[in-house]
């Protein structure tokens, strides 16, 4: 059985959220490199980052979940400001954040996670923490 990759990503967390998605809907999948980029975290990028591999026999349908998983997801956040849904978690553009890069890449081999925030894409607003759906009592 040959494997395709369909997706790489950055944190063990949403890749496995992911891989228990696809295989709860018959997707036959694995990850590979999660060992690796889990426990020696400077070395992801290097390495492509953890990889969604699916069978080949079952990438059409794991596209098209795919699609569906990120439309939900992009749908459930609405930006606070203008309620656009064109919202990513991106890494804050900000001078400590280029300071620590530049530090740390200078001084070794330790990588330290950036700051990071929803962005919008329609107004520019930044966030920190999407906002909670005010409850009714």
């Known amino acids: 059985m040959n494997f395709v990759e369909l997706r790489s990503f950055d944190n063990y967390i949403p890749a496995n959220i992911i891989q228990g998605r696809l295989e709860a809907e018959g997707v036959f999948c694995y990850l590979a490199d999660a060992n690796t980029s889990t426990i020696i975290p400077f070395l992801s990028n290097s390495i492509g980052g953890i990889k969604l591999m699916v069978s080949d026999d079952d990438v059409e349908k794991a596209k098209s979940l795919l699609s569906e998983f990120d439309s939900a997801?992009?749908?459930?956040?609405?930006?606070p400001q203008c309620g656009s849904h064109d919202i990513h978690y991106i890494a804050k553009s900000s001078v400590n954040n280029w300071i620590s890069a530049i530090f740390f890449w200078?001084?070794?081999n330790y990588a330290i996670a950036s700051e990071q925030v929803y962005h919008c894409y329609h107004c520019g607003f930044e966030f920190e923490k999407i906002p909670e759906e005010p409850t009714e009592s």
């Open 73 to 79: 997801y992009t749908q459930s956040l609405a930006c």
């Open 106 to 108: 200078l001084i070794g």
